[in-house]
DNA sequence: TATGAATGAGACTTCATTCAT
DNA sequence: AATGAATGAAGTCTCATTCAT
């Protein structure tokens, strides 16, 4: 696990990707992944197009890495959570606290993330956009499965599947996320965060309060 | 508020923009507006591209012409529930169930829709897509007067702001409502608005069983 | 074997790619395939870049239409010379004479056309370099035959292998016809494909007397 | 003409330089000239794109290297065979037979230099195909002279112009010879420069037997 | 001296829109 | 009214060449 120490032309090229990404990102978050042309990306990361080519293999590679990070940032958030200690009511709490601070520190590229994961999907040729879309559903399942392990523990109520249950944190907590980026200014996740674990818990999962 | 009766042209001219729509929604939907030319969309409809540009003033306008389209429907549903007979909770119920029949109705239509109100939102120069989430918000707005109308009628929970809640319900029904259009085959709206009901009334709003 | 009448737009459409091929050959063949650009052709055939591209799919389709009629010209003169009536010897010497004729009258395509099939080929992805040399070597075979069967009728020299005669011809022919193109103004085929004649026939097929 | 030694450092530049110029050779005999970037020279070279830069002043001069080192090799070649010693007849023998020794070892770079000498030819700024051209005009006069000699001598037919018999023994040879290099494994040359003089001395020559 | 990242001109191609027929 | 050929701006990407390290 050690990592070999990169070389200087190694660390100033990861830096350059990072600039690229940044400008990148702010762009295709305002417009759109099609509105954007290479040339404008260029110009706000201020490299030439060439350099563009140096450090990404195409236009489509820039979108995939700035989705690809974020993802990756959000399924270890999730999993840390939900496969984490404490018993599920816990977890399903840690869960939701993760994602707001997720979207709190990554703001911009999540919109990006939500619009592949729910909603439109551009097609890309290369399917990543499908591998995105996977992966995602790897982490609703795996939400489901502490939302039945709590039902079976006597924590969560039972009478609905998990999947469904699961589908409605997702949708809940992805209404207030997208809500808490609109608003410019004034994001609070940690207020909307607060909202969807009274809403979810107090309402859908009816916890018996004797065990909660 | 009496129409005047059109002419055979302008009936003619009406059926041929909804051939156009119709075409035009289904690449849209599954490649998104840059990804489909108007070539693509005149061969789909069976016209000629000139012929496009005499029913429709440009691309952006047959896009505009179908999101305005299920934003109608959606708004007139929407609204028919929300001001319509019977107690808020009544509404409510009615407003689930009136989202659920317009997505069963305009299935692909309704993910464009989404993709504007919801997340990503193209930026198109009229602004039109402002005024379609504009419009959204409002709904949004009439859905927490209700709930709010409920609050103070006893018969449903006040201690949460009626915005959250209203907001609440918007994510739950959206995200059940994009999972119905996804699994292809078998898209069961009637299923998961029992679901939303189930988790957002029981739930969230604890209504006073004595009332309802 | 009636042609259907063609319509004033597609025979004005068969115009214009007579025009373009008519620019492009003369680029081409001035400057070689990779040095012409599309700007170019469109400029000195005083069409838009657009208009090129709705009369020919690509580039290299342009390339592939001057070559494939060239080669047609050229395979319909072989085989009418070759196939056509009169003793092998006859024949022969009407292939020289044919082969002459086609490049008189085709001076500027057939370079491309022998820059393809001798020396030097370009490798186009969709492979029909590889198709016009391989109907090139038919003709060398079907050359072959001839010179074989006047070998077998006493006419021509059996000791060489047909194979080898035939090259031989092509050869001699290749070079003194890219000779006549060279020299600009005074290009001569008929004296150079008496030359041809004479070296070949007196010489390399030792005709006999009696016979001949 | 005595050549000062050279420093080490001049000897490794020149066998660095030839090992460039090998790597550029293959591909550009397998690709064409436009078809093969500087990045790929330096990637089968095994050097940098910038120490090509160093050895040679631009692609051009890679490709004007390559060619001249053929050029030179071919006509040093040519040159010792006509003015060697012998009768006219003798060094038109030897000619063909250096000329399929020179194509033996040198198969790949004989490619670009026949594209370059027959047939088409790429148009370079600096006009150095053109001073190629003319080199190669010049053996050609030179194998006529020879040729008129033999005329005189009575030992070759001085019916047609030496020009003339120049150019088709040039052609039959290059026919041949460029046959030989496409057939990839069954490179024969000996058996090829063979049939070249059977056609063409026993042929278009017709040596007075009595002096052969 | 050797390297290879940076550059930007220029290549091919697509496409929304217009307009003569 | 209906057509679809013509247009040229704009997009993505490549590549010869330079130059700081």
Known sequence: MTEKPLSRRQREMLRYRQEVLQAALQLFSARGYDRVSMRQIAEKAEFSVGTLYNLFKNKEDIYRAIIV??????????????????????????????????????????????????????????????????????????????????????????DLHPDHLALALDGLLGAFLLRCMEEGAGCR??????????????????VDPSKA
């Open 69 to 158: 990070e974020v993802a990756d940032r959000f399924e270890t958030a999730a999993r840390g959570a939900l496969q984490g200690s404490g018993n599920p009511l816990e977890r399903i709490r840690a869960f939701i606290a993760a994602c707001a601070r997720v979207v709190e520190e990554n703001s911009p590229a999540i919109r990006l993330y939500l619009s592949l994961t729910r909603g439109m999907a551009f097609h890309f040729k290369a399917g990543f956009d499908e591998e995105v879309q996977e992966r995602d559903r790897r982490i609703l399942q795996l939400l489901a499965s502490v939302l039945e392990e709590g039902g079976r523990a006597g924590l969560l109520r039972y």
């Open 189 to 206: 996740p940690e207020i909307y965060s607060a909202v969807v674990e009274e809403v979810f818990l107090k309402g859908a999962l009816a």
